[in-house]
């Protein structure tokens, strides 16, 4: 699953990338492949040729104390700030800014859309900077007592989990990393589906998978970032970076070296 490419781009007979990863070059054209569905730029070109399946992309750039934000997929999402949700240009993992997220009453909602319901293949990745350990919160998802599709958590143990119910209560299945997710660092954290294999993973590897036929919940709660919203509470507490949902098609585990393109 790790260089998974998408059938419409792994196509030989279209000559896209070259030789056959059995013939002479095949395997460094296969790696450009993955770069390029990443959204990676690729010969000094930023473009996502998988950008119409975004449903969320959101880079976090403003000025510092900004509490306004742009979700650049082609959905356009209004996102809404609540308590002390705020840009800071003091600390991001791609410059000029990110989101600061104080632990106590901080967190972004967008409303409920087709978008965020993942039944199908999808891939969602964030990067995350966690100023203190050894809670659980939420760093996105549409969870809500009765009313859970999916979540993309930290849990007590500092491991970044996705989690998925079936029926809006109970949890169906939980993938959790290995990596322990400190405080004081940067993480890339990514999950989703490819089939009936869920996975997820760390810094571009994977780190958990499980084949398993499940059909999500399809919540009608607003997708919540760095908080579960309907209480609120399980707060994140420390700074959130791009983030990026694709429905439609999995991308595949890299490392991002970039903002997300917006286009």
């Keep these: 699953m790790a260089e998974f490419i998408s059938s419409d781009y792994r196509r030989r007979d279209s000559g896209l990338y070259g030789p056959s990863r059995h013939e002479p070059g095949g395997r460094l054209c296969e790696l450009l492949a993955v770069n390029q569905l990443n959204g990676f730029n690729v010969g000094g070109r930023a473009r996502d040729p998988l950008y119409s399946y975004t449903t969320l992309i959101v880079n976090w750039v403003g000025a510092n104390n900004q509490t306004t934000f742009t979700d650049n997929s082609p959905l356009g999402h209004a996102l809404t700030a609540h308590g002390d949700a705020k840009l800071t240009t003091a600390n991001y993992k791609f410059s000029p800014s990110a989101l600061?997220?104080?632990?106590?009453?901080a967190y972004v909602t967008a409303a409920d859309h087709a978008g965020f319901y993942l039944p199908v293949d999808h891939h969602v990745g964030y990067w995350v900077y966690r100023a203190a350990t050894g809670t659980q919160h939420?760093?996105?998802?549409?969870?809500a007592?009765?009313?859970t599709g999916w979540i993309g958590s930290i849990s007590a143990a500092?491991?970044?989990?996705?989690r998925?119910?079936?029926?809006?209560?109970?949890?169906?299945m939980t993938l959790t990393s290995t990596t322990t997710i400190a405080s004081g660092a940067w993480y890339w954290i990514e999950f989703g589906r490819q089939g009936n294999d869920w996975s997820l993973g760390?810094?571009?590897?994977?780190?958990?998978?499980?084949?398993?036929?499940?059909?999500?919940?399809?919540?009608?709660?607003?997708?919540g970032i760095?908080?579960?919203p309907d209480v609120p509470t399980l707060f994140h507490n420390g700074v959130l970076g791009p983030m990026r949902i694709t429905k439609g098609v999995w991308r595949g585990f890299s490392l991002p070296t970039a903002m997300f393109p917006t286009s």
């Design 100 to 105: 600061a997220c104080n632990g106590t009453d």
């Design 138 to 143: 939420r760093t996105i998802g549409q969870v």
């Design 145 to 147: 007592s009765g009313n």
């Design 158 to 162: 500092d491991k970044a989990q996705y």
């Design 164 to 172: 998925v119910s079936s029926d809006g209560s109970a949890i169906a």
């Design 202 to 223: 760390v810094n571009g590897v994977q780190e958990a998978t499980t084949n398993l036929s499940l059909t999500p919940f399809n919540s009608t709660q607003p997708l």
């Design 226 to 228: 760095a908080a579960q």
